[in-house]
């Protein structure tokens, strides 16, 4: 007769209890997964709605009636005789419907004041020169930084990412002297050339063109191509996520400054919407919605134009895609 086996415990195999409840134990696990999915959606539905918020309040409350805005917003903005702020004794009405769609807002800022639209367009004029020369210069530094390696340019490299991680308040000093010292102050010079020398533009390119894989250039060298085709014809469609990424965060940042005109452009005809938005006083609350919503109006589209370049230039790690 056959002996029976045994297992570690002395048991033979027709006594080794089978296991049991497998069915159910998958059951456990995709209902664990099902409500880890659904608490997650829930999580990330209530931060949107909570980030989404003041963007839907102020697009709905641009097209209510000063009166109406008065109405609801007017004791926030309440100053008492001294010009400072009061106590607010009651409560703020938060209201996403107009009672009566508007559109005095609009027409105040679009045709019956030229000053906002001035305002608008010397945004574009700083923004729009920032982004595009800081792009040419940082996409001409990082192919020097990645195409070349020593000790010199890795502690130059350092030190741009020391200046990035600087606040700009730190620089806003320096830059006055110096702008002061070239006689730069009140013209655009004085936003434009520190805006085309800032790191972070060059850090980012610098960091995804070393991804590139060296050999694609080596290749290219053997075929008799010289820098400037390298460049041209190899790491700049290479890195054409990277480069968008950069524009959008590039255009974000300059788009939305305040300290920098306020200091370096003294004459107030010169300074951006962005200045205006900073500046709301009690008469002018309902033409701030209708300004904030024309001034979001560029950073949506080109997010919204540029989100996949976005998240492919910050998402991908280099070399040839297939």
């Known amino acids: 007769?056959?002996?029976?086996?045994?297992?570690?415990?002395?048991?033979?195999?027709?006594?080794?209890?089978?296991?049991?409840?497998?069915?159910?134990?998958?059951?456990r696990r995709k209902m664990w997964q099902t409500t880890k999915i659904a608490l997650a959606t829930v999580v990330a539905a209530t931060f949107a709605f909570l980030f989404l918020m003041p963007i839907v309040l102020t697009i709905t409350n641009s097209f209510?009636?000063?009166s109406e805005i008065s109405a609801n917003y007017g004791s926030v903005f309440a100053t008492d005789a001294n010009g400072g702020k009061v106590y607010i004794s009651e409560k703020?009405?938060?209201?996403?419907?107009?009672?009566?769609?508007?559109?005095?807002?609009?027409?105040?800022?679009?045709?019956k004041s030229p000053e906002y639209l001035l305002k608008f367009w010397n945004s574009v004029i700083l923004v729009g020169p920032i982004v595009l020369f800081q792009l040419i210069v940082a996409s001409l530094a990082s192919y020097g930084f990645a195409r070349y390696r020593g000790r010199i340019?890795?502690?130059?490299?350092?030190?741009?990412?020391?200046?990035?991680?600087?606040?700009?308040q730190v620089t806003?000093?320096?830059?006055?002297?110096?702008?002061?010292?070239?006689?730069?102050?009140?013209?655009?010079?004085?936003?434009?050339?520190?805006?085309?020398?800032?790191p972070f533009a060059v850090f980012l390119?610098?960091?995804?063109?070393?991804?590139?894989?060296?050999?694609?250039?080596?290749?290219a060298q053997i075929d008799g191509?010289?820098?400037?085709?390298?460049?041209?014809?190899?790491?700049?469609?290479?890195?054409?996520?990277?480069?968008?990424?950069?524009?959008i965060l590039v255009f974000i940042d300059y788009w939305n400054m305040v300290e920098q005109p306020l200091l370096?452009?003294?004459?107030?005809?010169?300074?951006?919407?962005?200045?205006?938005?900073?500046?709301?006083?009690?008469?002018?609350?309902?033409?701030?919605?209708?300004?904030?919503?024309?001034?979001?109006?560029?950073?949506?589209?080109?997010?919204?134009?540029?989100?996949?370049?976005?998240?492919?230039?910050?998402t991908y790690q280099g070399g040839i895609k297939g």
């Open 1 to 27: 007769m056959k002996k029976r086996r045994k297992d570690a415990h002395g048991l033979s195999a027709a006594a080794t209890p089978k296991r049991a409840g497998r069915p159910v134990n998958v059951k």
């Open 64 to 66: 209510m009636a000063a």
């Open 92 to 111: 703020v009405n938060l209201k996403f419907i107009p009672d009566m769609v508007s559109f005095s807002q609009y027409n105040t800022v679009l045709l």
């Open 153 to 168: 340019r890795e502690m130059i490299f350092f030190m741009y990412i020391i200046l990035m991680l600087m606040p700009y």
């Open 172 to 198: 806003l000093v320096p830059n006055y002297l110096v702008s002061d010292w070239l006689n730069l102050l009140d013209t655009n010079w004085a936003i434009w050339l520190p805006g085309i020398v800032s």
């Open 205 to 219: 390119l610098t960091k995804f063109m070393r991804r590139i894989p060296e050999s694609v250039m080596e290749a």
């Open 225 to 247: 191509a010289g820098e400037w085709q390298i460049y041209r014809r190899i790491c700049m469609p290479l890195c054409k996520g990277a480069i968008c990424s950069a524009a």
């Open 264 to 314: 370096l452009l003294t004459d107030a005809e010169m300074h951006p919407l962005s200045v205006f938005l900073s500046k709301i006083n009690a008469g002018e609350i309902g033409l701030a919605f209708a300004v904030a919503t024309i001034y979001m109006v560029p950073s949506l589209l080109i997010f919204l134009y540029g989100e996949e370049y976005l998240v492919d230039g910050i």
